[in-house]
Nanobody
Framework: QVQLVESGGGLVHAGGSLRLSCVAAGRTFIRTAMGWFRQAPGKDRDFVAGINWSGSSTYYADSVKGRFTISRDNAKNTVYLQMSTLKPEETAVYYC?????????????????WGQGTQVTVSS
């Protein structure tokens, strides 16, 4: 079992920045690929960014490339999502997810564990 707890969401003006954090507890974190997804009201949960177990490889949705950065600190069992130049259409609940024993996946069905989500609201 892996328990994931996100934090760092909030209200920000368009063009602003936020950093999300996700702390993992339970199973060893180091052999786990991590991902961030987001879900707006009435829409599907979409891939935002992913990072492999070592942090050597990162992956992003086209819509966030150049603005978002995913990173991890295995000593702290924590993965981060630095978001900049935020847009109102990026208002959503952001979820952290863990994929045990594999590389990064782009589909939500590929992940084994999920956090409860943190709300990000971008005002225009």
């Amino acid at each position: 079992q892996v328990q994931l707890v996100e934090s760092g969401g909030g209200l920000v003006h368009a063009g602003g920045s936020l950093r999300l954090s996700c702390v993992a507890a339970g199973r060893t974190f180091i052999r786990t690929a991590m991902g961030w997804f987001r879900q707006a009201p009435g829409k599907d949960r979409d891939f935002v960014a992913g990072i492999n177990w070592s942090g050597s490889s990162t992956y992003y949705a086209d819509s966030v490339k150049g603005r978002f950065t995913i990173s991890r600190d295995n000593a702290k069992n924590t993965v981060y999502l630095q978001m900049s130049t935020l847009k109102p259409e990026e208002t959503a609940v952001y979820y952290c997810a863990a994929r045990v024993g594999y590389g990064v996946g782009y589909e939500k069905r590929e992940y084994d564990y999920w956090g409860q989500g943190t709300q990000v609201t971008v005002s225009s």
